[in-house]
């Protein structure tokens, strides 16, 4: 399964931004967004290295929301054997 992650951007050059996110940065690529007014701040969704998508800081706040019960299920769920 193939997740996109809310990252905030911290930093433009060009068509790069580097982007974090519960402390974990990652340079990523704005190509597919040229058309969006990006700044410092705004909070995009990223796949696979690639901003495909602007958000809300609700919409992000929601979807970490969902990881962070997903990652919990997992963690509490026992073993396979």
Known sequence: ???????TVVEI?????RCEAK?????????M????????GDIVMIHIG???QKMTEEEARSA???YDEILAAENAAPAPT
């Open 1 to 7: 399964m193939c997740l996109g992650i809310p990252m």
């Open 13 to 17: 050059d060009g068509f790069n931004a």
């Open 23 to 31: 402390g974990v940065e990652r340079t990523v690529s704005l190509f």
């Open 33 to 40: 967004l040229q058309d969006e007014d990006l700044k410092v």
């Open 50 to 52: 690639y901003a495909i």
């Open 64 to 66: 970490w929301e969902l």
